[in-house]
């Protein structure tokens, strides 16, 4: 691994990146093995097998972009005001340490 992935995040280090949540429900035999597939899938332009919701982080959820209000009502996953999708926010995001709240991402399938 380059030492620049190594020292930290992703984000912002590399061009392109995969980022996957998977909840503690779908953790099993074969995870790894069917999202390996699935990304593969994805890269080559290929159509999943069955429907899953995809989504693309376009930018940084920043503070100051974001009422109070929404900030603290906001979820995962659930599109804020703007029709953006929150990403990576909540408790234990970046919000403590950094300008941002998390990342802002739009729905691409589903």
């Given at each position: 691994?380059?030492?620049?992935?190594?020292?930290?995040?992703?984000?912002?280090?590399?061009?392109?990146?995969?980022?996957?949540?998977?909840?503690?429900?779908?953790?099993g035999?074969?995870?790894f093995?069917?999202?390996?597939?699935?990304?593969?899938?994805?890269a080559?332009?290929?159509?999943?097998?069955?429907?899953?919701?995809?989504?693309?982080?376009?930018?940084?959820?920043?503070?100051?972009?974001?009422?109070?209000?929404?900030?603290?009502?906001?979820?995962?996953?659930?599109?804020?005001?703007?029709?953006?999708?929150?990403?990576?926010?909540?408790?234990?995001?970046?919000k403590?340490?950094?300008?941002?709240?998390?990342?802002?991402?739009?729905?691409?399938?589903?």
């Amino acid at each position: 691994m380059p030492e620049i992935i190594a020292q930290g995040s992703l984000i912002g280090a590399v061009p392109e990146a995969v980022s996957i949540e998977v909840s503690n429900a779908d953790l099993g035999e074969g995870i790894f093995r069917r999202l390996r597939e699935d990304i593969m899938r994805y890269a080559e332009g290929g159509t999943l097998p069955i429907a899953r919701t995809t989504y693309s982080v376009v930018d940084k959820l920043y503070k100051k972009d974001v009422s109070e209000d929404v900030a603290r009502t906001m979820q995962n996953f659930e599109p804020l005001p703007d029709g953006s999708v929150p990403v990576l926010v909540g408790e234990n995001s970046y919000k403590r340490q950094t300008d941002y709240l998390g990342f802002r991402a739009v729905r691409v399938t589903t």
